[in-house]
């Protein structure tokens, strides 16, 4: 809650020194504060504004992002076409090297729905992208979904030895 209130501070900061692209930023942060928060209602809001503001200055990289962090609310919510569109046009726009996350997103989506097999598929590329740039955070992230994914089909082995590198990289970077 208290992160919200600072984000949403820096976004009216941004906004009056028309500084646009700041303020995008901002809304997908404040987007996904409020998508951890359980406030999902508010992180749509706040990821369709990003959208607009993104669309409105024409860049492609804001909106890529902006659509993935709504897809992921959208996903959440249960709204599946819709976030499956979004997530796939996130997809679509992001410019070659940055396609980790929005596997990510996709990732998390395939799993919130049961679509194990695809979640696997897609963890795998997540991984495959975050190893290629050296992403750390990427690829603690690409374990853990790698791991749910293997829950799904309860292979509790799998599962649990990507939970644990997971965590074993994410203490050692800690």
Known sequence: GRAAILIRRSIDIYENEGKHGYANV???NLSNVLRFSGALRESEMAARRALLIARQLSDQNHESGSLSFLGAVLALRGIKVDSAKALNRSLALARKGQEYEHYDFQTMRAVWFGQYADAQMLANKAMTYA?????ERGMI???RL????ALGFDDL???E???????ARA???N
């Open 26 to 28: 901002c809304l997908r």
């Open 131 to 135: 190893q290629q740039q050296r992403y």
């Open 141 to 143: 992230r690409a374990a």
């Open 146 to 149: 790698q791991g749910e994914a």
């Open 157 to 159: 082995s799998t599962a």
């Open 161 to 167: 030895e990507r939970l644990y590198h997971a965590l």
């Open 171 to 173: 203490r050692i970077v």
